[in-house]
């Protein structure tokens, strides 16, 4: 059954679920990003996943099953094969004597059900599902990960089958793509391995095995990596495409490096063939979003972002690429490793083997006539002053740093030994930014905190002056927070996703000032607050205060 966007608005807009405004907004953006109306409201927090659920099913006078509320049994899998249920996208979440209780997208697939009914001779009642409810049961088909690995694992131990071994790694891939997983951690310990996925930038551990099939695990990656598979004692990095479905490819970058009890790998998990960067979709404010459109539509100088490692620095880099590409602008890019290829946009990996560094690739980039340079991290002084002088002589340079606020960039940058003159007039503006985790949209509730934990605020001057400010003189004691229940959908954690806090420092004049005099990151920063920056911690109190994320993810992250 295909929804119309016409069946959406008859069904959403007089029942007062969004507007019409809202409406012809999430049309264009959902088109815009290629996705389905449905996510586009879902992703907007327009309405959850369960409401839109409700009001399809209502709409289209069935009955609605949230299936992160039902157990979705083993028995209940051998009805059909894991591709039927894919195809149809269908599952069987209830068994009587004479009946199967089957969710469905498809409610009007009735050649499916009375194929159904005839080779179960069971009748077929069947109930809407949404598209995330259907995903998210799916995976039951692949079992729990421990049982099917402990299986495997017996299975590797006893006959030491090559192909057991494929299966297994593959395996681990399949689980952590279908977990939203960015990383696979495979670490020995001293009897045993372990193997933990990072979900939303934390660690969570997936399983344990044997020491005894490390060898044949670190031989396999090296194999689909093409790496040395003789090499155990130094470090090699990799890549490889790995083809889970048909409509499923995603990269894998593979660093090995050995340590006391093995080989260590981490695999990093890069959707290069699907994923879309859009500056709009980073979580920034109405004022910084146009302060960096601003500073990305001028013809030259540089575009600096900042933080520690992990925080999502390359990810604005792309975002300022997919803003930036077109058909009559050469862009260039020196990266290490290259993350995500990008269509129209020609990339080039550092190798430090064959002398190819990030100045070595930038002064040939140069020569490749430009109009966008996009430098992976500035990491020297010969580097730096390449791409400074590069933004000075026409060219766009966009580039990473590493340093805490936004501010300390022109100290670090001075540390380089770059003339503070060229700093000044070379740099446009500069984007701090973290990495929070965001509250899990099926299960958050809005809650008034109890007297321990606004304590535990009150004792944070910045954040209760940031309250106050934001709360336009509310009564502290009565302000709501919003945190995550917990759920099947974000595996009981109370969040799902992550969003960006930002600090966006744009140099103005009195900037300019205050660079080429060599004053201190305080003396910028507190310039920059004057002329309307707003800090990390400010940010991310306010997507606290909105439910974007908790205060205590915001405390942890930036360390307030």
């Known amino acids: 059954m295909e929804i119309t966007l016409e069946n959406f608005k008859e069904m959403l807009v007089p029942a007062g679920h969004i507007t019409e405004d809202q409406f012809v907004h999430a049309t264009e953006e959902a088109q815009r990003k290629s996705i389905s109306f449905s996510e586009e409201l879902i992703e907007e927090g327009l309405i959850t996943d369960i409401d839109l659920g409700k009001t399809i099913a209502d709409f289209f006078d069935h009955h609605f099953v949230d299936l992160q509320d039902v157990e979705i049994q083993d028995k209940f899998l051998t009805y059909f094969p894991e591709a ?26 009735y050649e499916f059900f009375r194929l159904l009914e005839k080779k179960t001779g069971k009748h077929i009642t069947v109930q809407y599902a949404t598209t995330r409810g259907i995903e998210n049961a ?95 004692s130094a470090a090699q990095d990799g890549r490889f495409e790995y083809h889970h479905s048909q409509k499923n490819t995603f990269d894998v970058r593979v660093s090995i490096i050995p340590v006391t009890d093995g080989e260590n790998i981490v695999l990093r998990l890069l959707d290069s063939h699907t994923h879309k960067f859009f500056l709009e979709n980073l979580g920034l404010n109405e004022a910084d979003y146009h302060k960096i459109l601003l500073s990305v539509q001028r013809p030259h100088g540089m575009i600096i972002a900042v933080g520690p490692t992990g925080s999502g620095k390359t990810t604005v880099l792309y975002t300022i690429l997919e803003k930036l590409n077109d058909p009559e602008i050469n862009i260039m890019t020196i990266e290490d490793p290259v993350e995500y290829d990008m269509v129209g946009i020609q990339q080039i990996q550092v190798n430090q083997k064959k002398n190819l560094t990030f100045a070595n690739g930038l002064r040939s980039i140069v020569r490749q006539d430009p109009d966008v340079i996009m430098v992976g991290e500035i990491r020297d002084a010969e580097t730096a002053d390449i791409a400074i002088n590069s933004a000075l002589t026409g060219h766009l340079v966009i580039s990473t740093l590493h340093t805490n606020d936004a501010a300390t960039t022109f100290p670090r940058l001075l540390e380089m030994n770059v003339e503070p003159f060229l700093i000044a007039s070379s740099v446009n503006i500069i984007i701090a930014l973290r990495l929070v985790r965001k509250i899990c949209v099926q299960c958050k509730e809005s809650y008034v905190p109890s007297s321990t934990e606004l304590e535990m605020f009150l004792q944070n001057t910045k ?30 954690t109370g969040y799902s996703g992550r969003v960006g806090i930002f600090e966006v420092l744009e140099v103005d004049e009195k900037i300019r000032v205050l660079i080429t005099k060599k004053a201190s990151a305080d003396v910028i920063m507190k310039q920059a607050l004057e002329s309307g920056m707003l800090p990390l911690l400010y940010d991310g109190v306010l997507k606290a205060l909105n439910g974007t994320t908790t205060l205590n993810e915001v405390i942890k992250v930036v360390g307030a």
């Open 463 to 492: 954040i209760m002056e940031y309250i106050e400010t934001i709360q336009k003189g509310k009564d502290i004691a009565q302000i709501r927070l919003y945190r995550g229940k917990g759920c099947t959908v974000c595996q009981h």
């Open 138 to 232: 799916l995976k039951h088909y692949k079992g729990d990960l421990r049982n099917n690995i402990n299986a495997l694992v017996k299975v590797c131990d006893t006959e030491q089958e090559e192909g057991d071994i494929v299966r297994l790694v593959n395996l681990f891939l399949e689980y952590a793509n279908d977990n939203h997983a960015s990383d696979i951690h495979i670490e020995p310990l001293e009897n045993e391995v372990l193997i933990r996925f990072r979900i939303d930038g934390i660690l969570h551990e997936a399983v344990r095995y044997p020491k005894s099939l490390h060898e044949k695990i670190v031989f396999r990656i090296k194999i689909m990596s093409h790496l040395q598979t003789d090499e155990h």
């Open 84 to 109: 039927v249920a894919h195809a149809q996208r269908a599952i069987i979440f209830a068994v009587s004597d004479d009946t199967l209780s089957l969710a469905t997208e498809y409610i009007d697939n």
